[in-house]
């Protein structure tokens, strides 16, 4: 095998995303759409020019016609598709956020260690140069001791209707875009914290609109996150060491001609630091073919990803009980 022959389980919105990076990638073609309506899969086939359609997601996992799958369906459908895809043997890369509980990611691990298949999380920006830029000064200490991680991004959801705003789909705005700040916390503390502190306000349908929270790591680490659904769009965020401060107007989404990365260093200017452009969904789909054809790690590790739940999953219970959490 020499190509991947990737599926799209669901017809999602962001689907346009992912169809261009598979199409731009040397080692993937797109063949199939699976959705729960039929009609719908063939029309959205036909204006995507996706040479076959199915009318169940079952069908396409059964139909020996795809090697991997990309699963992009409401959060609370993550773990149950990505282990019925790799029952029937197929690779999965499943969105963000992976799941909804440690409990779930450890049963999506064992599905992927018994069927022997890649499953990885489609966490986009972890791949882009930019993020991996972060790393890499941090790791040789360009910043000096890392005092503060902080992280935002906020959105408006106009719709009453709308699957991030239904608690029983894994709706929330730190479910949904926290995760990033969440993310990007971790990856840059390198693990997750110790304790966490977090703050929620519930909209009318019972999830989390706003949320904040305070992630707690050892030799006096802290990062500050939070998320909304009620304020405009804006991401941001900025790591501050001992010896300067790294700042992104664009860290995890739309990484358009606007993004700038800025170095303050302790003493002198201000200064921008060049990333090399890249596709944003691309990185992970490359990551994938590595992992399948070549039989590399995948880059953002599974041991990360579990991390990422564990630790929403305690600033949950901590916004909830309105008690600090330990994570052990
Ligand atoms: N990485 C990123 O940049 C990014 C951006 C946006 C979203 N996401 C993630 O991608 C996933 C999908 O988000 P989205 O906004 O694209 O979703 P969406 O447009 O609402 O699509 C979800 C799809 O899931 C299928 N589905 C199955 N059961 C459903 C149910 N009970 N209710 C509604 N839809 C159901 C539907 O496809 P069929 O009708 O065809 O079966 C639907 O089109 C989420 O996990 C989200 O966190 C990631």
């Known amino acids: 095998m020499s190509i991947i022959r990737w599926g799209l389980l669901s017809t999602a919105n962001i689907n346009k ?3 261009p990076a598979i199409r731009m990638s040397q080692r993937g073609e797109l063949v199939a759409v699976a959705s729960r309506d039929e009609k719908k899969a063939k029309a959205y086939a036909r204006d995507w020019e996706i040479p076959t359609a199915f009318g169940s997601y079952e069908a396409m996992l059964t139909s020996g016609s795809i090697d991997a799958v990309y699963i992009s369906l409401p959060n609370h459908l993550h773990a149950e598709w990505s282990i019925r895809a790799m029952t029937e043997g197929v690779h999965v890369l499943c969105e963000k956020p992976f799941a909804l509980s440690v409990d779930e990611v450890d049963r999506m691990i064992t599905a992927s260690e018994l069927n022997k298949r890649v499953l990885a999380e489609a966490f986009m920006y972890r791949h882009h ?19 503060f991680v902080r992280g935002m991004f ?32 971790q990856f ?12 929620q306000w519930l909209g009318e349908t019972g999830v989390d609109e706003t949320f904040a929270g ?14 909304s659904f009620r304020a405009p769009f804006f991401t941001s965020a900025e790591i501050i060491g001992t010896e300067g401060r790294l700042a992104f107007n664009r860290p995890f989404v739309i990484l358009d001609e606007t993004r700038k990365l800025i170095f303050q260093p302790r003493d002198g200017e201000p200064r921008e630091i060049p990333v090399p452009e890249k596709e944003l969904y691309l990185g992970q789909i490359e990551d994938m073919h590595a992992a399948i054809l070549d039989d590399e790690p995948n880059y953002l590790s599974l041991d990360e990803t ?22 052990d």
């Open 17 to 19: 995303r992912l169809i």
């Open 129 to 147: 140069p930019q993020t991996r830029l972060a790393g890499d000064w941090v790791q040789r200490g360009k910043l000096g001791d890392i005092c």
């Open 154 to 185: 906020n959105f408006t959801i106009q719709k009453q209707h709308h699957i991030r705003l239904v608690p029983e789909y894994g709706g929330g705005s730190l479910w949904d875009i926290g995760i990033y700040p969440l993310s990007f916390a």
């Open 188 to 199: 840059i503390m390198g693990g997750p914290p110790t304790w966490v502190s977090g703050s």
């Open 214 to 227: 305070l992630l707690h790591y050892a030799d006096d680490r802290v990062a500050m996150i939070g998320s």
């Open 306 to 327: 579990r991390n990422h739940i564990r630790t929403a999953e305690a600033l949950y219970r901590s916004a909830q009980s309105e008690q600090v959490v330990h994570l």
